[in-house]
């Protein structure tokens, strides 16, 4: 007997798609698929080698019918919980900022839109302290989740190797450190840099300057020197700012008060360049007629400033579908044994600023 089907006769109300006002079964889902029980059975407890179609009109059954699998009897059988661990690392105390940055909103859309299809759950977690990260590795080894789903702020984290140590499963966006074998995804950062610096030449903006991220972030590291190389060697200004809206403003006043002839602005995320047309507007300077200014991301702050940014868009939900994809392919044993490694690729998307 599959898990799925000890969960006949024991739902509660009245199911939608049965009209006996009993809870539908697994034979419910087969008849309305036009498929056979075990068939669904496979798609239900996440076989992964089901054609696409038939997975799609499983679904489609399931939720006509309102079947649901007893995730209790099912974990029995695939031991799995049915859960993952989404992981946000060393965002401080301040979790709001987390909530307000428009890039981890788009991780989790990301998430929960690949989990979806697969009855699979993420549970937010923070880590950033020693007793947080414990409690993550508890978690995952109590059986809580099946894998963690990593987003780091910090380039020290030691989260990722603890992991690792731990033989849990766990996919980071992000490259990690040197000797810590984790499948993981990231974006070719520096070509994105190297695309804003040569648009912004295009326009004609011969003094340039830059908003970089935290020194300790190895993105926006790569973000800032691949602006400057596709410089060929001309004096960029750098001030690190701390990716939010209040940083791109502070470094924006103090890149005037140093060069006040400036007429091209690269920011390392969509939210500083936002505020640096804030302070540019303050300072009477007309975008992009004056000021050109370039962002990283395409997140919403993206569409919502004004002038709406130019900005090198990264392609956030479909890396977290593929964080998605690596996870349970790990967790399943699909995974080659060494690490993953997928790179995505950066694109400029012109809108008014630049």
């Known amino acids: 007997m599959d898990a799925a089907s000890t969960a006949t006769g024991t739902g509660t109300g009245t199911a939608t798609g049965t009209g006996t006002g009993t809870a539908p079964t697994l034979e419910d889902v087969a008849r309305a698929a036009g498929v056979s029980r075990a068939t669904v059975s496979r798609v239900v407890n996440g076989v992964r080698n089901v054609d696409p179609a038939i997975q799609q009109a499983v679904q489609r059954a399931v939720a006509t019918t309102g079947y649901v699998p007893n995730r209790a009897a099912r974990s029995l059988v695939t031991r799995r919980s049915g859960a993952v661990a ?31 299809p697969r009855g699979v759950h993420p549970v937010l977690l923070f880590a950033d302290g020693e007793a947080d990260r414990a409690q993550v590795i508890a978690y995952l080894t109590q059986g809580g989740g099946d894998g963690a789903l990593l987003v780091t702020t910090d380039g020290r984290d030691p989260l990722p190797g603890l992991l690792a140590r731990a033989g849990l499963p766990a996919v980071l966006f992000a490259r990690p450190a040197p000797g810590v074998p984790l499948d993981w995804v990231d974006l070719r950062h520096r070509d994105g840099g190297a695309l804003a610096a040569r648009h912004l030449l295009a326009r004609g903006c011969r003094r340039l300057v830059a908003i970089g991220g935290p020194e300790d972030v190895a993105a926006s590291r790569e973000r800032v020197a691949g602006f400057r190389e596709a410089l060929a060697g001309t004096a960029v200004r750098v001030a690190e700012a701390d990716f939010t809206l209040d940083g791109g403003e502070q470094a924006m006043r103090a890149l005037l008060a140093e060069r006040p002839d400036l007429d091209g602005v690269f920011a390392a995320n969509d939210l500083m360049a936002q505020g640096a047309c804030l302070v540019l507007r303050e300072h009477g300077r007309r975008i992009p007629e004056d000021v050109a200014v ?10 919502a400033s004004r002038p709406r940014l130019t900005t090198v868009r990264q392609p956030v939900e479909e890396m977290a579908a593929e964080m998605v994809r690596l996870l349970l392919d790990r967790v399943s044993g699909a995974a080659a044994p060494d690490p993953v490694e997928v790179l995505f690729d950066p694109e400029l998307v012109v809108r008014d600023s630049a």
């Open 86 to 116: 989404l992981v946000v690392s060393g965002a401080g105390a301040d979790t709001g900022r987390v909530f307000q940055d428009p890039f981890f909103g788009r991780v989790v859309s990301g998430v929960v839109r690949a989990l979806r």
């Open 294 to 303: 370039v962002g990283f991301d395409d997140s919403g702050a993206a569409v």
